[in-house]
Nanobody, 124 residues
Framework: QVQLVESGGGLVQAGGSLRLSCAASGRTFSSYYMGWFRQAPGKEREFVATISRNSGMTTYAESVKGRFTISRDNAKNTAYLQMNNLKPEDTAVYYC?????????????????WGQGTQVTVSS
């Protein structure tokens, strides 16, 4: 089992940047496929980005492609989401998630463990 704790959220103006972190404890972090999702008020949880166990493969939602970068440091048991050129529509609670399967992709039900979320608010 793994515990996930997100941090780095906050209030930022449009065009600004934030870096989210997801610290993992428990079972070996490098054995998990990691993802970031977000949920805005009144909306369904949506996929943001994913990264494979060895960082060899990353995928992004079209809405964040070119602005967000997912990465991980297996030595530090941490995944990251660098968010640049933020827009008001990026406002949401951001969750990191871990999957035990080799590939989990954009489907939230493929992930086994979730953090508590961190709020990101982008003002216009």
């Amino acid at each position: 089992q793994v515990q996930l704790v997100e941090s780095g959220g906050g209030l930022v103006q449009a065009g600004g940047s934030l870096r989210l972190s997801c610290a993992a404890s428990g079972r070996t972090f490098s054995s998990y496929y990691m993802g970031w999702f977000r949920q805005a008020p009144g909306k369904e949880r949506e996929f943001v980005a994913t990264i494979s166990r060895n960082s060899g493969m990353t995928t992004y939602a079209e809405s964040v492609k070119g602005r967000f970068t997912i990465s991980r440091d297996n030595a530090k048991n941490t995944a990251y989401l660098q968010m640049n050129n933020l827009k008001p529509e990026d406002t949401a609670v951001y969750y990191c998630a871990a999957a035990t399967r080799i590939w989990a992709g954009a489907i939230s039900t493929s992930y086994d463990y979730w953090g508590q979320g961190t709020q990101v608010t982008v003002s216009s």
